[in-house]
Every structure is written in C-alpha cells, then in structure tokens.
C-alpha cells in the first residue's frame, strides 16, 4: 500500500457504501507476525520511528472496525465510532512496550474501548429537544415566556399559545421536552426491575478477546471459500451425492441415492468417500 492510500486510510468516510469500502480496505491491509510486530514497535520506542507507527496503526485498522460495530445500537454514526477508536488505536501504539510480551491488540483494544465508551458518552440523547425549524423557534420563544420554574397552568399554556401562534398541544409537547432528563447511562445500584433500562446495558463484553474473534471469523471465511471450491473440483454426481447427504436440509439415505442411480448402496457409499478424501485433499494444499 503506498504512503497516500495509507493516509486515506485513516480518515474514515461518510456514507454506508463509502464505510463499507473503507471496511473492505482495512480488511486487506495484512497483519502482521509477532516478530514483526515487536521489531516495529523496538523502532518506535527506541528511535521514534513514525513510519514504524503508521504501519502498526495500519494493521490494526480491523480491529478497531471490528470493535466500533459492536456499539451500533446506540443510533450514532458508525464512521464516527471507528474514527473514535481509531484514535484510541493511535494513543496505544505510543505507549505500547514490546518488552512486556504481549501483542499489541491485546493492549490497544482498551485504548480502543476507551474512546469510543466516551464518545458514547458524550453523544448519548434519547430525545433532541427541538429537531425542526418550526420546534427550534418555538423552544426558543418558549423559553423567554417562561418567567418561572414549575409547569404551566392551563391558562398560561393557552396565552403563551396565542401569543405565539400555535396551538395549545404544541406548547404542552415542547415544554414537556424541555423538561425531559437524559437517561442515566448506568442502572440505579438499588434497580431491581427487570424493565429498567440504560445504554450501559448495551455495551460489549469487557473480557471479550477482539483478535481471537475476528481471527475466528476471517479463518471460518477462508475454509467456506475453499470447502466450495474444493466441492467444484468434484465430477458432477459426487457433488450431487455430497449434497443430498450432507448439505441439504433434508438429508438423503444411501438407499434413497441408490435407487436413484441404480447401483448399490455401498456403491454410493464408496463414491461419497472417495470425494471426501478428495475434499480433505484440497482443503490441507
């Protein structure tokens, strides 16, 4: 990857099919090996070496998209949470020592958590108090009207209303808004119903192994794609036979498939091994 793909890397892009291709780029940077990994961080650490960084920022871009999709629930911009948690990836690489013996992901993925827990936390609003043109002048006016604490009795809503030129709901539903709190994000420690809710309730797993689960995830990727190779590499009744007994949802017996094609049950049996094997074949080349 040159020097300018890898700085477009870093800013993440607006839009789900532009995020999506900023996904895909990440995904294709390659990772790197343990002795890699710890000769690039010796350089940074000894020598301040930027380029060093860069390239163990950029490989671990994944992860940061990884862990960033599993906040999704909270209504806020994907491309800003990868953007939060790429900066938390930033300030780990800084401090991360090779010497202690553990990979960098392991160490970043708290850094990581770390910014995106408080941009959540800074963004986290369940209800935006004036979201239209008209709602905005509306809290605003609303606002100067409102000569003390305490709510409107019927009479002043009305007045206000005509003053205003709205109708008596509309002054009812904004002050409401305006009164509104923001949720706390963690659970009362004496809550005990089972329908209380806050967003803290959402967050991942802090004992959750990032680099085990996307490593899980791209292998089970890699052997889909070489199983269904593997099974083209077959003549075309092998395939039909590994289909209907292993693939489909109604499985086929072995009578079943030799009735089919006329031959014995063994015969079928045989035939079903031999692509096995050869599947087997192709997976461990």
Not at 44 to 50: A, F, K, R, V, Y
Not at 82 to 109: C, H, W, Y
Not at 162 to 172: Q, T
Request: charged residues 30%.
């Amino acid at each position: 990857m040159t020097s300018k793909a890898q700085s477009m890397a870093l800013m993440v892009p607006q839009g789900s099919s532009s995020l999506e291709a900023y996904v895909q780029s990440v995904n294709h940077i390659p990772m790197l090996d343990a002795e890699k990994e710890y000769e690039l961080a010796k350089r940074l650490q000894e020598t301040g070496d930027l380029q060093a960084a860069k390239e163990l920022i950029m490989s671990h871009l994944r992860f940061v998209a990884h862990v960033a999709k599993g906040y999704s629930g909270y209504g806020l911009p994907q491309s800003d949470l990868i953007q939060e948690g790429n900066i938390g990836l930033m300030k780990a690489v800084k401090r991360f020592d090779p010497t202690v013996g553990v990979r960098l992901v392991s160490f970043a993925v708290h850094w990581i958590k770390a910014e995106i827990h408080e941009y959540v936390l800074k963004n986290w609003r369940i209800v935006k108090v004036a979201t239209t043109k008209a709602q905005r002048k509306l809290f605003f006016n609303l606002r100067k009207s409102k000569k003390r604490l305490g709510w409107f009795s019927d009479d002043e809503v009305g007045m206000v209303a005509d003053n205003l030129g709205v109708s008596k709901k509309d002054v009812m539903e904004m002050e409401s808004r305006m009164a509104a709190q923001d949720p706390a994000f963690d659970l009362a420690s004496d809550s005990d119903d089972e329908n209380d809710f806050a967003p803290t309730q959402y967050l991942e797993d802090q004992a959750s192994d990032v680099a085990s689960n996307v490593e899980a995830a791209n292998w089970e990727a890699n052997a889909q794609t070489r199983l269904f190779a593997a099974i083209k590499t077959l003549d075309e009744r092998s395939q039909h036979i590994l289909q209907a007994r292993w693939l489909d949802e109604d499985k086929t017996t072995l009578q079943e498939l030799a009735a089919e094609y006329d031959v014995s049950a063994e015969r079928i049996r045989q035939l079903e091994k031999n692509a096995m094997n050869k599947i087997k074949a192709c997976m461990v080349d």
